[in-house]
């Protein structure tokens, strides 16, 4: 199992960040995990087209949010971070993946508790509040969830806060000062410079994340968790979209097998005429 | 009120997403203006005013806006957007990047990844990986939309003369800085363009074995695609997955080698036109959404069908 090493010395004592408040020796880092759908669950609509049917379907993370609470742990296992604290905005029930997030590595834990459905907007504003309250350097989110497929958060929390931002991060170097990022990019990868504080968004290549241990499991259930409401945070939650429908996609028609490569060429060419 | 559309280019061509995302702007209707924004991009700007349908170009020409660092592109584009309706931007990495900010600045919702405008406020996007289509409306005072450039016509390139007008550049932020890019160069068409797609999964064992895919995409014109498992392999490069969380693409011919179909992989490639898939595995799930389904080893089927097309 891999935990702290009190031995290792910190890279970064002595050297002069330009923290975000707080003291040289500590460099605190926030991270936001989501409460989703699990990742091989193929969803349904419901059959009002109000949305689709979440009852009694495994929910988990969000897979790009383990990659940011790995990152986090790294982190902190490298001596760069001094404390990783997990935040997640959604109901009750994610209080489950605070402890998971907590049994990875994760110090402490905050729940924002809203049965409301929360636009990515709403969650930005009570991040910027918890930010605000928690003055961390750094704040790493996954990229998009995959439930709203919005990829959004991030970014505004960004330019809520005023931080640097580097999103769709696969590699992340810290140097004096700063933070140095690769980013996934349409055309190929690229190479940014961040000066803190920063927030970052994980995409798939960042880790791969660690599994719980049993043991870190059931420490994990002794790590604080504060639970919070929009309200005591002084966000109200509203949006300027409404859901009018949710349907399901148009379906394909069903295709053939073709027994070898010349009738798959003759198909192609006489039937699709697509070469 | 007119329609902003953001112009997507690298300082010295536009990207033809530009021209789809115009297709999305004048599917909602009204005056369409583009943004230029970059360094160095004055004949990027010059080009796009001969869009057919822009009638003003905006051109914000300064080393700030060189690489689209969202810290400095997304307050200008905030300063602008005031005077528009609707502020459109490819749900590209780039649009991806900087439009949220844009969002969060002005203080309304961003509506993610539209694939089709039912009227000025109301669009469809997909969500849960294209499981479901989410109709939604706007009640914003400024609509902040990426677009999925994939599900508009791209209008022509031709036609239009619009007027070139400078805008003011902001100071550079510093929060951020360019350090290096690593652009991968082919002259294979681009995976959002190309007619024809072939696409490797986990079943190509190695990046040598990609090749077999290169020689089929030019012998049929088109580009090469990965699955996620073939990227985290490091048989291709990132810039080539196909999915969810990838590039989503819509050729008029997707052949799948190797790829069991994963939702997150359909994703990104079940609008293409025509959907081929080889998988050794008569019960993959590919073949689901494919129109011919071949069930052979890949190593003897794509070299059998490079030599036939
Ligand atoms: C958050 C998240 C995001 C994701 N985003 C994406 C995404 O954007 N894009 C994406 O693609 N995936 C994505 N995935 C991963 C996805 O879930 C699958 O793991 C992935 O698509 C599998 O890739 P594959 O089909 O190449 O590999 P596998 O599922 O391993 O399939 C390999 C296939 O090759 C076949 N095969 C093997 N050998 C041969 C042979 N000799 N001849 C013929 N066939 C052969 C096998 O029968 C098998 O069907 C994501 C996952 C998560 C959790």
New interface residues.
């Given amino acids: 199992m891999k935990g702290m090493h009190p031995e290792q010395p910190c890279r970064f004592a002595g050297v002069n960040f330009p923290l975000y408040q707080g003291d040289e020796e500590s460099m605190k880092v926030l991270v936001a995990v989501k409460r989703v759908?699990d990742?091989n669950v193929?969803?349904?609509?419901k059959a009002d087209n109000s949305g689709?049917d979440l009852a009694n379907v495994k929910m988990s993370m969000n897979p790009?949010c383990e990659i940011a609470v790995e990152e986090a742990v790294r982190l902190k296992e490298k001596g760069v971070v001094t404390e990783v604290v997990v935040v997640s905005i959604g109901p009750n029930a994610a209080q489950e993946q605070l402890r998971t997030a907590l049994a990875l590595g994760g110090d402490r834990a905050i729940l924002v508790e809203t049965e409301a459905e929360v636009?990515?907007?709403t969650v930005?504003k009570l991040l910027k509040a918890v930010v605000d309250q928690e003055q961390p350097q750094l704040v790493i989110l996954g990229?998009?969830a995959?439930?709203?497929?919005?990829?959004?958060?991030g970014?505004?929390?960004?330019?809520?806060t005023?931080?640097?931002?580097?999103?769709?991060i696969?590699k992340v170097e810290a140097a004096e000062g700063s933070f140095?990022i690769t980013?996934?990019?349409?055309?190929?990868?690229?190479?940014?410079?961040?000066?803190l504080p920063?927030i970052l968004t994980t995409?798939?290549?960042l880790n791969e994340p660690r599994y719980a241990s049993l043991p870190n499991i059931m420490k994990a259930k002794k790590k604080p968790l504060d639970v919070v409401t929009p309200e005591s945070l002084g966000v109200e939650i509203r949006?300027?979209?409404?859901?009018?429908?949710?349907?399901?996609?148009e379906e394909?028609?069903p295709?053939?097998?073709?027994a070898?490569?010349?009738e798959?060429?003759d198909?192609?060419k006489n039937e699709?005429k697509?070469? | 009120m007119a329609i902003l559309v953001i112009a997507e280019h690298?300082n010295s061509a536009l990207n033809p997403a530009t021209l789809n995302t115009v297709g999305a702007a004048s599917a909602i209707g009204g005056d369409i203006h583009l943004l230029v924004a970059g360094s160095g991009c004055a004949a990027v700007a010059e080009t796009a005013a001969k869009i057919a349908g822009v009638s003003q170009v905006l051109l914000a020409d300064d080393a700030a806006y060189a690489?689209q660092?969202?810290?400095n592109v997304?307050p200008l584009i905030a300063g602008i957007a005031p005077s528009y309706s609707h502020v459109l931007a490819p749900a590209?990495?780039?649009g991806?990047?900087?439009?949220?900010?844009?969002?969060?600045?002005l203080?309304?919702?961003?509506?993610?990844?539209i694939i089709a405008v039912l009227s000025a406020d109301?669009f469809k996007r997909?969500?849960?990986?294209?499981?479901?289509?989410?109709?939604?409306?706007?009640?914003?005072l400024i609509k902040v939309i990426t677009v999925r450039t994939t599900a508009f016509e791209a209008v022509a390139a031709e036609g239009g003369s619009a007027s070139v007008e400078a805008v003011a550049a902001l100071a550079d932020s510093?929060?951020?800085?360019?350090?290096?890019?690593?652009?991968?160069k082919s002259d294979r068409p681009d995976l959002?363009s190309a007619k024809?797609i072939v696409s490797g999964g986990r079943g190509l064992l190695s990046s040598d074995n990609f090749q077999l895919l290169y020689t089929l995409a030019d012998k049929?014109g088109g580009a090469v695609g990965a699955s996620?498992a073939a990227?985290?392999a490091g048989f291709a490069?990132?810039?080539l997955q196909v999915g969810?969380?990838g590039?989503i693409v819509a050729p008029?011919?997707y052949i799948a080698v190797g790829i069991s179909g994963a939702?997150?992989h359909l994703a990104g490639m079940?609008d293409s036109?025509?959907?081929?898939a080889i998988n050794k595995d008569?019960e993959a799930p590919i073949?689901q959404?494919?129109?011919?389904?071949?069930?052979?080893d890949l190593f003897e089927?794509v070299p059998?069908?490079t030599q036939?097309?």
């Fill in positions: 759908v990742y193929k969803v349904r609509v689709v790009f636009g990515s907007l930005a990229k998009q995959i439930d709203s497929d919005n990829n959004q958060t970014q505004m929390l960004a330019a809520l005023g931080f640097a931002q580097g999103t769709f696969s140095t980013r996934e990019i349409d055309g190929g990868l690229q190479k940014l410079a961040l000066k920063a995409d798939l290549r949006s300027t979209l409404e859901l009018v429908k949710v349907e399901a996609p394909r028609k295709g053939i097998k073709v070898s490569v010349a798959l060429v198909k192609l699709a697509v070469i | 690298n690489h660092l969202p810290e997304a590209s990495t780039n991806k990047n900087y439009l949220p900010c844009v969002a969060a600045l203080d309304v919702d961003q509506i993610s990844d109301t997909p969500i849960y990986a294209g499981n479901a289509i989410a109709t939604v409306r706007s009640s914003a510093g929060k951020s800085s360019f350090i290096s890019e690593d652009i991968a959002g024809v049929l996620r990227v985290d490069a990132n810039d969810q969380t590039k008029d011919l939702i997150q079940k036109k025509v959907i081929v008569p073949f959404v494919a129109d011919y389904g071949l069930v052979a089927a059998e069908l036939a097309v």
